[in-house]
Every structure is written in structure tokens, then in C-alpha cells.
């Protein structure tokens, strides 16, 4: 089972990684469409990670 403390660091290291898209992103417009395509690889991570932690509580 997943504990709080790893979420913790997932979760930042997706800020982290987001604020750099977001620099990228104000240099270089065509990165918009990877920022976009991160936003929903990182989504579809964060509901693995929730839907495991669902199915082990059940």
C-alpha cells in the first residue's frame, strides 16, 4: 500500500516538472502541445495511483 509520504514526493516532483514546462512554454510556444500531452500522462498517473489505494482498501 501507498504510503502519504510517497504521494508527497510524486506530487512535487510534478509541480516541479510542470513549472518547468511553464517556462519552456513562455519561451517556446510550440511547447505547448507537450505541456498538454504531460498534464494528461500525469492525470492518468495520479488515477493509478488512487485507483490502486481504492482497490486495496476494498
Given at each position: 500500500?501507498?504510503?502519504?509520504?510517497?504521494?508527497?514526493?510524486?506530487?512535487?516532483?510534478?509541480?516541479?516538472?510542470?513549472?518547468?514546462?511553464?517556462?519552456?512554454?513562455?519561451?517556446?510556444?510550440?511547447?505547448?502541445?507537450?505541456?498538454?500531452?504531460?498534464?494528461?500522462?500525469?492525470?492518468?498517473?495520479e488515477?493509478?495511483?488512487?485507483?490502486?489505494?481504492?482497490?486495496?482498501?476494498?
Amino acid at each position: 500500500m501507498y504510503e502519504n509520504s510517497g504521494l508527497k514526493i510524486h506530487d512535487q516532483r510534478i509541480r516541479y516538472v510542470s513549472q518547468d514546462y511553464v517556462i519552456l512554454f513562455r519561451k517556446n510556444s510550440s511547447v505547448g502541445l507537450h505541456f498538454i500531452i504531460f498534464c494528461i500522462h500525469s492525470i492518468f498517473i495520479e488515477l493509478q495511483v488512487v485507483s490502486t489505494i481504492l482497490y486495496e482498501m476494498l
